[in-house]
């Protein structure tokens, strides 16, 4: 979607390195979500942003979002290679509820 | 609850013939969006129903696509005829509707049109 970008588009990061992902949006997020994707399977949920200014953690994954730069970031921290997958922005930008576009993922590799 | 289901989860179809995808979203989830991926336009949304009626089709990409929501248990997305550039990967997600809330995703229907 040329609505959401993401970058980098690949990672290859060593197994113990931290990691940040971006996602940018080109009109207003109204929410603002994280999905994980292994290769041949569905996405699934990661974490789910509303706020400016929100940010929200999982075991070793912070979600941030900054609703005035209509960006967000993830940041994976002493990364596995259990974390590798694709990782997809989705987001609310027309306020239909869950009305999801999404950014054209980020595919991270992780070295052990 | 056994989540989303999608049926077949692999679908190998030659050139013309009618291909029709099947979704079972979780139950009380009253959102269904169809989903297509592929590896040069990502992840892109096709139809959304809510309450069983499509709000928006805009993504679909022309009339050989088609789509219906008979009750609440059940979806369908329809390739009439198909062709070579219709192979990808289709997911089916459901979720609550208006509520800010997740959207749960299918394992995926992978097309290929030979």
């Known amino acids: 979607s040329q609505e959401l970008e993401q970058s980098p588009q690949s990672l290859i990061v060593q197994e113990g390195k931290n990691l940040t992902i971006n996602c940018t949006s080109s009109?207003?997020?109204?929410?603002l979500y994280w999905y994980k994707q292994k290769y041949g399977e569905g996405l699934i949920f990661l974490m789910m942003?509303?706020?400016?200014?929100e940010e929200k953690s999982h075991e070793k994954i912070t979600a941030k979002l900054d609703e005035k730069k209509q960006q967000s970031s993830l940041h994976i921290t002493a990364s596995q290679p259990s974390h590798a997958g694709i990782y997809l922005c989705g987001a609310d930008i027309g306020n239909a509820g869950n009305m999801l576009t999404f950014g054209g993922g980020t595919r991270l590799m992780v070295k052990p | 609850d056994a989540g989303v289901i999608q049926s077949p989860r692999h679908e190998v179809t030659e050139m013309g013939q009618e291909v029709t995808l099947r979704c079972k979203p979780i139950?009380?989830?009253?959102?269904l969006f169809w989903y297509r991926q592929t590896m040069m336009r990502g992840l892109e949304l096709l139809i959304y129903?809510?309450?069983?009626?499509?709000?928006?089709d805009s993504g679909m990409p022309e009339d050989r696509f088609s789509a219906k929501m008979p009750n609440a248990s059940f979806s369908t997305l329809k390739i009439q005829p198909s062709e070579p550039r219709d192979s990808a990967v289709y997911f089916c997600a459901s979720s609550f509707a208006g509520g800010n809330t997740e959207a749960f995703f299918g394992q995926g229907t992978r097309l290929t049109v030979v």
């Open positions: 009109k207003t997020l109204y929410g």
């Open positions: 139950s009380g989830h009253n959102s």
């Open positions: 129903f809510n309450n069983n009626v499509p709000i928006d």
């Open positions: 942003l509303q706020k400016g200014g």
